[in-house]
């Protein structure tokens, strides 16, 4: 079913990623977050995932560029939370490089996972 799809539903997967893995971390306090922050991060990778198995059966875009427009949504969905802390308390994220980071490899593992899965039965057939 490797058709064509619009520009837009690229986008509107982009828009889609930012706001469902954005709202949960933009709605939490700093305290919150930082206790759960394994749960918010496994819960950005399997939306990653999913939008990421999304573009990969509807599209025809490579793999690797499937992965890095799925983080890229994560990460802003995260510079978000980062900046909505940062007018909290300005030290809230000193840690900030490592948290990107992390998050990076999670986004990379999920997407990576799902969009390989995908592309690969869709040879198979």
Not at 23 to 50: D, E, H, K, R
Not at 68 to 90: N, R, S, T, Y
Not at 117 to 123: A, D, I, R, Y
């Amino acid at each position: 079913m490797n058709n064509k799809i619009p520009k837009r539903f690229k986008w509107l997967v982009f828009a889609a990623i930012i706001l469902v893995s954005g709202l949960p971390m933009w709605f939490t306090n700093y305290a919150t977050y930082s206790n759960y922050s394994q749960v918010f991060l496994l819960y950005g990778g399997v939306v990653c995932a999913i939008g990421s198995g999304f573009l990969a059966y509807y599209g025809k875009h490579k793999t690797w560029k499937i992965i890095f427009f799925i983080a890229a949504a994560h990460q802003l969905a995260f510079i978000g939370k980062v900046f909505i802390d940062g007018m909290e308390d300005p030290t809230n994220h000193n840690l900030l490089p490592f948290e990107m980071i992390t998050l990076l490899a999670i986004d990379l593992l999920f997407s990576l996972g799902v969009a390989a899965l995908v592309k690969q039965t869709q040879k198979e057939q």
